[in-house]
């Protein structure tokens, strides 16, 4: 493994220690994500404070129900800009369950769409041209343009892990397809491809890795590593400052 390829990979095991949340870096591993379909962009969703009407009906482990399942509040994401995922309890089991919009990555800062703009970039530019343009010197969150360039190959990394993945768990409608984002571009038709493939692999979520995948769901009658939950945020969120 060449030098750039062990750079890359600490950078996304790096990423992924981060607390997408902004709250205690142990929490993911207590909580479950669930998928919030919808056809919604970060804007929209933020606009429109998306958590207030996203709802869990029922507990998703306990099937018989009386668990005293009910609804904890919010977390918050922090990148691209302050928005909140809605939260729910379970006290029988000690499992809290967000319910993560489909345009988030899972797992790590940041949506789909800006890891699928990184990948596509990489594949009509030179490495650093790619990074020049997606983390400008003079944005206010600047970077050197070595940790540009690292920023981008994590991000090109992620894409192709995906789309290869995607291609085996569905050979037969995407065997014939490069791993590559403008390639599932054209075959889905659409310029949000891991946005879509949330939803065409939604069998399959709780299997596949960050950031399309989600956090496994547990079995019934199972219990988490730890029967804390991660601290909720005000319910309804204070406006960010």
């Not at 499992?95 to 899972?106: H, Y």
């Not at 981008?152 to 569905?170: E, F, H």
Request: glycine letters at 8%; aromatic letters at 6%.
């Amino acid at each position: 493994m060449g030098s750039a390829a062990r750079v890359v990979l600490a950078a996304v095991a790096e990423e992924r220690k981060r607390p997408a949340s902004g709250g205690n870096p142990d929490a993911g591993d207590r909580e479950v994500q669930l998928r919030l379909a919808t056809e919604l962009t970060f804007d929209e969703y933020r606009t429109q404070r998306g958590w207030e009407t996203a709802t869990l009906s029922a507990c998703p482990v306990c099937e018989s129900g009386g668990c005293g399942f009910h609804r904890l509040g919010t977390y918050m994401r922090k990148v691209p800009a302050v928005a909140y995922v809605a939260r729910y309890w379970c006290p029988e089991q000690h499992i809290s369950f967000g319910l993560l919009p489909d345009f988030f990555a899972s797992r790590m800062p940041g949506t789909l769409d800006m890891i699928e703009q990184a990948a596509a970039k990489a594949e009509t530019a030179p490495m650093e041209k790619a990074a020049d343009e997606l983390r400008p010197a003079d944005a206010t969150d600047a970077v050197t343009l070595g940790a540009a360039v690292v920023w981008v190959r994590l991000r090109v990394v992620l894409a192709r892990a995906i789309l290869t993945t995607v291609k085996g768990l569905m050979p037969e409608r995407f065997e014939d397809v490069p791993p590559r984002v403008s390639a599932f571009r054209r075959r889905l038709g659409t310029l949000r491809v891991l946005v879509a493939l949330r939803g065409i692999c939604e069998r399959y979520l709780h299997r596949m890795s960050a950031p399309l995948g989600l956090v496994p769901r547990p079995e019934a009658g199972s219990r988490v590593r730890s029967g804390r939950a991660q601290p909720p945020g005000p319910d309804p969120p204070a406006p960010a400052r």
